[in-house]
């Protein structure tokens, strides 16, 4: 029988608290390190990489050769879904993705049928990088939350404040409600697709929860990814999953509470007394970094992880940003971050 390898943030996610806490970055494989910007001229655009399992391994592995994180996140993007689903999609530098938006007759168009098929090479890739990740090392796997996926492929482009896709949801709610069927199913497949080639845990990043009044907020964020955990873990007993509801501020309890993740993923914007006082002190929680204080670094970054380490201690917690790491961030600042963290 193979020894069991211990590895700290799965064992975080199931709620068990370590020594020191894990750490990983969002978005930590990108545009900040050289080695992923030469890697990046191989492919002809952002979903050409995604899409070549040689590259895609190679950028997930980068951020773990440089600096000493507990986990590997599949290197991907959340609208391989809609991509997988006919809708087209692309990615434009200085823009960010664009896709033909979708109407009523559109979302009737989507073909759900082959969508693993189309996503073979993404499952490809979480193959090899369970076959050569060191065995303490968490591999994460995701996908985005129906909604937020949604109000890209109903507004065409990202949006400050969904407006195209809130307002198709009240004016079509019976259209809308198919569309997040479909991504609920897709979505299912998808990620248990991911664990059975190999992820330990995975997350679902519902980058969109804001802007959204209580009633909106319980039918597109967390009746979705309730059906999406429950979905997964009738096919995957005991699934660890990560919810990161952006935005939530308030919802957070209710988000964490009605959907069963494992691990609440917090934002750089929730305080850190809300989460001491208002959510359960068993529940996991990752974060919550402001990005903009890595990129700042010196006692701007460092007061700020002192903080966050000092109110999350008495609980099980993952170190992380509370958004993606942005390209501006000096290597050298993320080699301070994990050595605080890692040192205390």
Not at 19 to 27: A, Q, T, V
Not at 139 to 160: D, E, H, K, N, Q
Not at 165 to 182: N, S, T, Y
Not at 334 to 340: A, G, P, S
């Amino acid at each position: 029988m193979r020894p069991v390898t211990h590895k700290p943030l799965l064992d975080t996610v199931l709620g068990r608290r370590q020594e020191r806490p894990p750490i990983w970055i969002m978005r930590q494989a990108g545009r900040y390190l050289p080695e992923y910007r030469q890697t990046r001229t191989g492919a002809k655009d952002f979903l050409e990489l995604c899409y070549t399992p040689d590259l895609a391994v190679e950028v997930t592995l980068q951020p773990l050769r440089r600096f000493d994180l507990d986990a590997a996140i599949l290197f991907s993007d959340i609208l391989v879904i809609p991509d997988a689903l006919g809708q087209k999609v692309r990615f434009a530098t200085g823009e960010g993705p664009l896709l033909e938006a979708l109407d009523v007759k559109g979302i009737d168009a989507l073909e759900r049928g082959g969508a693993l098929d189309h996503l073979a090479p993404v499952l490809e890739t979480v193959r090899r990088l369970r076959a050569v990740l060191p065995a303490e090392k968490t591999l994460i796997g995701f996908c985005g939350a129906p909604w937020t996926v949604a109000t890209y492929m109903l507004g065409g482009r990202g949006s400050p404040d969904q407006w195209v896709a809130r307002k198709f949801a009240l004016e079509h709610p019976e259209a809308f409600d198919k569309l997040i069927d479909i991504l609920v199913a897709t979505s299912i497949d998808y990620l248990v697709a991911q664990f059975e080639a190999g992820a330990d845990v995975v997350q679902i990043f519902e980058s969109w929860a804001l802007n959204l009044d209580d009633t909106s907020f319980a039918r597109q964020v967390m009746e979705p990814n309730r059906r999406i955990v429950e979905g997964v873990r009738q096919r995957v007993p005991n699934a660890p999953i990560i919810g990161f509801p952006r935005g939530a501020a308030g919802n957070l309890e209710r988000y964490a509470a009605a959907t069963g993740v494992n691990a609440l993923g917090i934002d750089f914007a929730t305080p850190l007394d809300f989460v001491r006082t208002q959510l359960p002190p068993d529940l996991p929680v990752q974060g919550n970094l402001d990005p903009l204080r890595l990129v700042v670094g010196g006692e701007a970054m460092e007061s700020q992880v002192r903080a966050i380490l000092s109110a999350f201690d008495n609980r099980p917690h993952i170190f992380n940003l509370g958004h993606g790491i942005v390209p501006e961030t000096p290597i050298a600042h993320v080699e301070r971050l994990v050595e605080l963290v890692k040192r205390g």
